[in-house]
């Protein structure tokens, strides 16, 4: 079956992703350091994270949970079967020159997300692999004393690398999938996947070519850490390509980085030839065994996904764009789902959206902490259906529950904001102004003057000091004037 493509200029656009997560176990991966991020350089280390001759490392077993939990996620195949390797090669932040890794047999293998389009269907990304492997440290450099200096507290730190398979064709796609498994990160809450801080860095690897041709030489793009600045820099990467291969210049295999100031990428590295690391099995470590009853373990402990989570919303009523921006945010979602406890209003899904966003943001609380609770936006919602505040009220009740935490229908007894009355009393306010503007009712009545509409509504809305159903006004006025 032909793949529906995505053609530039005559040519497809290959990529592949190598995504690295730094996973928040409370201990380092092969010894009892802390795992925390500390800027009291080599604090958090000791002779096995600093690859001292003779120690030996001991594998972190809830790292091994946490890799079976996102290879379940991503509808991996977990390996029975594993084996640590040796990488060998000489960094002055590796002590002991080779990093423990996975390579002929990694824990999880053969998985896939699918992705949603941007026409609303879904495109399968393959996932390769996904192996454990150490962190290394990190070397300082001082411009001030024009010296080098190497910490090591990062060292040993547990990494779970998810390498797919070169089935994007686009900056969306990949930006798509990068969000996409950086949720499912968060739901599982197996590392913070925070990009500023480099706990979910990518790496992507770019080629094009003519469709139906071999793969074409490809550019990896190093240390990007936004998603906008990814999708930019591929969509600069391919033109950049295109033109070589145009102008017939070779494409040169580097890796490459993004200059944010000058929107282009830049040569960080050639690589002359694939590196050689001399992978050799790691005889301090003996091989990993993870029967079906682990594996079924872990699988219990799997929270609602988010394209679970995606399907329940739409089956609830939600749109899709909707459901998306819910399902985005794991915060934000169970603020959504705590809310549907105390009401199933369908305006509460308005309210969240737009206000409580929009709060959230400028106010930089988080949905967690912020002083409207999922109850009182409950409360609001509620005091609003039940039209005893109307729409304009409820705006105002919103910006002092979320500044003071009261309750809702205490703000509103307090500052008199209930709707006034009953259909009856404000037709009998309406009749008053229809009796008291008789030329402007007949300029309105014989179609000159449409514009008149809203000195009726004006009338009212000051007659009931803002306080009553603008729907009742509008039919009234409607009853009254045609
Ligand atoms: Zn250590």
């Not at 990093?99 to 879904?122: A, R, V, Y």
């Not at 550019?219 to 390509?241: G, H, P, T």
């Not at 329940?312 to 406890?341: C, M, N, P, T, W």
């Not at 102004?433 to 509409?453: C, D, M, R």
Request: glycine letters at 4%; hydrophobic letters at 35%; one cysteine or more.
């Amino acid at each position: 079956m032909a793949e529906k493509q995505n053609l530039i200029a005559g040519y497809e656009t290959v990529i592949g992703i190598e995504v690295h997560v730094q996973l928040t176990t409370r201990s380092k991966v092969f010894c009892s350091c802390p795992n925390v991020i500390s800027h009291d350089q080599n604090s958090t280390i000791c002779p096995i994270c600093c690859g001292h001759p003779g120690v030996l490392p001991v594998l972190n077993k809830e790292v091994v949970n946490r890799a079976i939990m996102v290879g379940l996620a991503t509808n991996c195949t977990i390996n029975e079967h594993n084996f640590f390797a040796r990488k060998h090669y000489f960094y002055p932040d590796l002590p002991k020159a080779y990093q423990i890794t996975q390579s002929s047999e990694p824990i999880c293998k053969n998985g896939f997300l699918e992705i949603p389009l941007e026409d609303g269907t879904f495109k399968k990304i393959r996932i390769n692999r996904i192996h454990i492997e150490e962190d290394a440290g990190k070397n300082l450099h001082s411009s001030l004393t024009n010296e080098s200096y190497v910490d090591l507290n990062r060292a040993g730190t547990p990494l779970l690398e998810i390498v797919t398979e070169p089935d994007i064709s686009s900056p969306y796609e990949a930006r798509t999938y990068l969000k996409m498994l950086r949720t499912i990160i968060t739901y599982l809450d197996v590392g913070t996947a925070n990009m500023e801080e480099g706990a979910f860095r990518a790496d992507t690897n770019i080629s094009i070519r003519k469709p139906d041709m071999p793969l074409g030489t490809k550019c990896e793009l190093k240390n990007i850490n936004s998603f906008k600045f990814i999708s930019d820099a591929i969509e600069y990467e391919v033109a950049r390509q295109i033109g070589l291969v145009e102008n017939g210049q070779k494409i040169i295999q580097e890796t490459r980085l993004w200059d944010i100031k000058n929107h282009k990428t830049i040569t960080m590295r050639t690589k002359e030839e694939a590196a050689d690391y001399r992978y050799l099995p790691d005889p301090d470590l003996p091989p990993l065994a993870i029967d079906q009853d682990w594996i079924a373990t872990i699988r219990k402990t799997l929270p609602e996904l988010p394209r679970d989570r995606y399907q329940r919303y739409l089956s609830q009523g939600l749109s899709a764009y909707e459901a998306d921006i819910i399902v985005s945010d794991k915060d934000l979602a169970h603020y959504f789902d705590q809310v549907q406890k105390f009401t199933k209003s369908p305006l509460v899904i308005n309210w969240v959206l737009r206000e409580l966003m929009a709060f959230v943001k400028e106010e930089k609380v988080t949905f967690n902490t912020c002083l409207i609770t999922p109850q009182l936006l409950a409360e609001l919602v509620t005091l609003l259906e039940n039209k005893i505040i109307n729409n304009r009220a409820a705006q105002e009740v919103f910006e002092i529950v979320a500044q003071t935490g009261q309750s809702p229908e205490q703000v509103v007894k307090d500052k008199g904001l209930e709707q006034i009355g009953s259909p009856e009393e404000i037709e009998k306010i309406i009749q008053e102004i229809i009796a008291a503007n008789p030329e402007n009712v007949a300029h309105y009545k014989s179609g000159t003057k449409p514009k008149l509409w809203g000195f009726f509504v004006g009338q009212a809305m000051q007659k009931t000091k803002g306080k009553a159903d603008p729907q009742v006004i509008n039919d009234l006025l409607k009853k009254y004037l045609s």
